[in-house]
T-cell receptor
């Protein structure tokens, strides 16, 4: 089941903040966040595990609400380099740990 | 430590030909995942493999597509009798264990003429 991301797109000025949401209709075991720039590979940002463990980025934070089956990515004091498409991935947990990705949130940071 | 390697980076095939995409995981990683990305869309899971085993192929089309991860050598995604709809970027990712960070390779961009 594909997680749902919102918003679909956001435009920020440098220094502004943004929140990207990811929600699932199924129980979440972990949420993985990636950023992809056009024509490049997705780059790992953060993984949030059930129970509150968090691994990832220094300047980008995230939350994981197991009860509500959702996660949010917080981009504070955005930089031009933050531009790209952000994807959240949730574990399939059928017979392995492959990820179902949302459709992505396109973020553009302008000077 | 070299990252995930994929080759070729670009592949052009005519309809009906075969495409072979290779993925060498990061050193020490025994879990490989293949994803497909159509233009302007998200990543769609295709298949998850561990050495010599297919763990989950629920995202793989039943016909024409196959994947392997032999004891020695890279993981291979094979597409037989390609059609125009197979044109996409194919990414592989690897991880050292289950429930761990998946590191993505640079992708192979397949174009079917």
């Amino acid at each position: 089941q594909q997680p749902v991301q919102s918003p679909q797109a956001v435009i920020l000025r440098e220094g502004e903040d943004a929140v990207i949401n990811c929600s699932s209709s199924k129980a979440l075991y972990s949420v993985h966040w990636y950023r992809q720039k056009h024509g490049e590979a997705p780059v790992f940002l953060m993984i949030l595990l059930k129970g509150g463990e968090l691994k990832g980025h220094e300047k980008i934070s995230a939350s994981f609400n197991e009860k509500k089956q959702q996660s949010s990515l917080y981009l504070t004091a955005s930089q031009l380099s933050y531009s790209g498409t952000y994807f959240c991935g949730t574990e399939k947990r059928i017979s392995g740990y492959a990820l179902n990705f949302g459709k992505g949130t396109s973020l553009l940071v302008t000077p | 430590n070299a990252g995930v390697m994929q080759n070729p980076r670009h592949l052009v095939r005519r309809r009906g030909q075969e495409a072979r995409l290779r993925c060498s995981p990061m050193k020490g990683h025994s879990h490989v995942y293949w994803y497909r990305q159509l233009p302007e869309e998200g990543l769609k899971f295709m298949v998850y493999l561990q050495k010599e085993n297919i763990i989950d192929e629920s995202g793989m089309p039943k016909e024409r597509f196959s994947a392997e991860f032999p004891k020695e050598g890279p993981s291979i995604l094979r597409i037989q009798q390609v059609v125009r709809g197979d044109s996409a970027a194919y990414f592989c990712a690897s991880s050292p264990s289950e429930v761990d960070t998946q590191y993505f390779g640079p992708g192979t961009r397949l174009t079917v003429l």
